[in-house]
Each structure stands twice: as C-alpha cells, then as structure tokens.
C-alpha cells in the first residue's frame, strides 16, 4: 500500500526556518517524481515544488523561489522540503503527493498533510 | 504561468442530478496534463481524472472528464452523496497550477 507521511510541521516566526519531510513506503520510491503542495486554511490548492526522479529537474512557484529547497534521500525513501524567510502567507498545511507513472502524469498518491503556522 | 479559471465557483445540485463543472486555461493546454481532484473537509485531494479523460484506479464511471486546448470539463452524471465536495482542475509542465476550486454542495 503506497503511504506518504509528512512531518516537521509546527509553529515559526516570520523570517524563521522550517524543514519538512515526507517518508514515502509501499513502492519504489526513486522511480517517482514527488511534488510539495499546500493549502492556506480555507482556501485553495497551491503547488509548490516538484522534483524529477534523480533530482535532475526542479521547479518552484514563483511564490516561493529562492526561499524554499526541495529535495530527496533516494536511499531513505524521503522527500524534504527546507523553507526560509518564511512569510504569514505560507501558513498552510503542505502536502506531499507524488507524481504518477507513465501516462498517469498527475499526482496519484497524497500525504495527510503536515500544518505550518508562521506568526510572532 | 497558465491560469485556471475554474466555474461555477458554487454548484447547488440535489442527489441523482447531474454536475457540470467547467475549467478554462489561459493559454493551450497539453490533455495529456490535466487532471481532476476531489477534496473533502479535512482530507487530502483525490485523484480522480488524468489526461483529460482517463479515470484513476477505483474512480466510479459516473465520473468523466473532457476537453482540449483551453476548455476542460468534468461531469458527474449523477450525484451521489459522497461526491458532494471541492472540486479542482490541474495543469503541469514545468510550472504547476491548480483552478480556485469548484464547491458541489447539497441543495
């Protein structure tokens, strides 16, 4: 059974720092592109990051480009995502989901989602 | 970056109807890069049309998508009461954008 779990979400003031990390079982996980996305409390989905395979292609929101990193243990099955300089306005819980195989070009398999509140 | 204008923002429909839900992009899209979501209070989205039209594993067939270029739909031919929930297109190439999400509730 295909599970992605999120941690390390929590409390941060603005300007702070915040790692999340999403431990991906149950398939291969360095034969997926992985994706980050979130969602402001009440409000819509927003993509933030994707990551090919190999790490080879990476791509960011305009949103959060230079702030955040994406990034992946292909050994440890886990996917990463580093924020800085964060903002009231990433508030949201974020989700890792990743991206199916072939011709299933869309995010197949989702996290439960981990909440990150960025308030003084 | 393509913007997805998704409508209506609010869809009003009593069970048994049928649900027509509509996603617009600003510029061409790929079918083979649009997808369909589900979200219910307090869960993660669900998978449920990739490529434009293509059903996800265990989606029931009164789901389907359809479209090309910039116009996308997705109808539900009859509503059951599970399927009352937010609904969201998506495009993906090397920028990734979802529509604002489209509310089917109860009438």
């Known amino acids: 059974e295909v599970q992605l779990v999120e941690s390390g979400g929590g409390l941060v003031k603005p300007g702070g720092s915040l790692r999340v990390s999403c431990a991906a079982s149950?398939?291969?996980?360095?034969?997926?592109?992985m994706t980050w996305v979130r969602q402001a409390p009440g409000k819509g989905l927003e993509w933030v990051s994707f990551?090919?395979?190999?790490?080879?292609?990476?791509y960011y929101a305009d949103s959060v480009k230079g702030r955040f990193t994406i990034s992946r243990d292909n050994a440890k099955n886990s996917l990463f995502l580093q924020m800085n300089s964060l903002r009231a306005e990433d508030t949201a819980v974020y989700f890792c989901?990743?991206?199916?195989?072939?011709?299933?070009?869309?995010?197949?398999?989702w996290g439960q989602g981990t909440l990150i509140t960025v308030s003084s | 970056e393509i913007v997805l204008t998704q409508s209506p923002g609010t869809l009003s429909l009593s069970p048994g109807e049928r649900a027509t839900l509509s996603c617009r992009a600003s510029?061409?899209?790929?079918?083979?890069?649009l997808a369909w979501y589900q979200q219910k209070p307090g869960q993660a989205p669900r998978l449920l049309i990739y490529?434009?039209?293509s059903r996800a594993t265990g989606i029931p067939d009164r789901f389907s998508g359809s479209g090309s270029g910039t116009d996308f739909t997705l109808t539900i031919s009859r509503l059951e009461p599970e399927d009352f929930a937010v609904y969201y297109c998506?495009?993906?190439?090397?920028?990734?954008?979802f529509g604002q999400g489209t509310k089917v509730e109860i009438k």
């Open positions: 149950g398939f291969t996980f360095s034969d997926f592109s």
């Open positions: 989901a990743r991206v199916g195989w072939g011709v299933v070009a869309a995010n197949d398999y």
């Open positions: 990551i090919s395979s190999t790490s080879i292609y990476i």
């Open positions: 490529a434009a039209s």
């Open positions: 998506q495009q993906f190439g090397r920028s990734w954008t």
């Open positions: 510029q061409s899209v790929s079918s083979s890069f």
